[in-house]
């Protein structure tokens, strides 16, 4: 799993978090790192923080989605904004869900569950 955010508490907290549930976590303080460590490491789902600098959330998932298959484009991804979501730019952009920050812990898990569980085919 690949964990993007440029609040260092917010990387910090969202990784224990998703840890407790046994998740292996690399995270990314900054979108450009986190589009190289998706192309380095292939995570099986991204959760990426929306308000960012230089890049932000919906460029990077953009980006994911404009690589190959191989390299990452259909990695099932959750959005987290402090922000209200628009469901329709989550969507345009290539995120399957959004949670608003600061996210609940059951919430989250939920959300990771739910984006992999609808990028599997039936």
């Known amino acids: 799993m690949l964990l993007v955010d440029d ?3 917010a990387l910090t907290v969202t990784r224990l978090m998703l840890e407790l549930y046994g998740a292996v976590v690399a995270t990314a303080p900054a979108a450009v790192e986190g589009l190289e460590k ?3 490491h292939a ?3 991204i959760v990426s923080d929306i308000s960012m600098p230089q890049m932000d959330g919906y460029q990077f998932i ?4 404009s690589l190959p298959a191989h390299r990452g484009r259909d990695t099932p991804a959750v959005a987290l904004s402090a ?4 469901r329709e730019d989550i969507l345009d952009a290539g995120f399957l869900i959004c949670l608003s920050k600061p996210v609940l812990l059951q919430e989250l898990i ?7 569980d609808s990028a599997i085919p039936p």
């Open 38 to 40: 998706v192309l380095t």
């Open 7 to 9: 609040e260092e508490d």
């Open 43 to 45: 995570p099986d789902v």
């Open 62 to 65: 953009r980006a994911v989605r």
């Open 83 to 86: 922000l209200s979501c628009s």
């Open 110 to 116: 939920t959300g990771v569950i739910s984006a992999v």
